[in-house]
């Protein structure tokens, strides 16, 4: 089992910009890829970003520009750089790890309001 946490999330203005985290407990060696989803009021849970252990990342067409998914190399850690926040951005960031095609844990959420 993993244990992942996520902070940073917070209440700000439109065009403003926001740093989320995301740590696991334990060092995972095999390869796996780590990703940020949302999901807003009544709506389903979407993929904004994610980025394999080698570095390749990916992002859904609403962010692409605005946010920056990144991690560290040594240790199980992963940044969502958002920039350019809109209200639209609004809803609860979840962070996600999965290991090979089986394994999968999530974070608790963190709250994103983006509100004038």
């Known amino acids: 089992q993993v244990q992942l946490v996520e902070s940073g999330g917070d209440l700000v203005h439109p065009g403003q910009s926001l740093r989320l985290s995301c740590a696991a407990d334990r060092s995972i060696l095999m390869p796996n890829t780590m990703g940020w989803y949302r999901q807003a009021p009544g709506k389903e849970r979407e993929r904004v970003a994610t980025i394999t252990s080698g570095g390749f990342t990916d992002y859904v067409d609403s962010v692409k520009g605005r946010f920056t998914i990144s991690r560290e190399q040594t240790e199980v850690k992963m940044y969502l750089d958002m920039t350019d926040l809109k209200p639209e951005d609004t809803a609860v960031y979840y962070c996600?790890?999965?290991?090979?095609?089986?394994?999968?844990?999530w974070g608790q959420g963190t709250q994103v309001t983006v509100s004038s």
């Open positions: 996600h790890l999965k290991i090979g095609r089986v394994y999968s844990y």
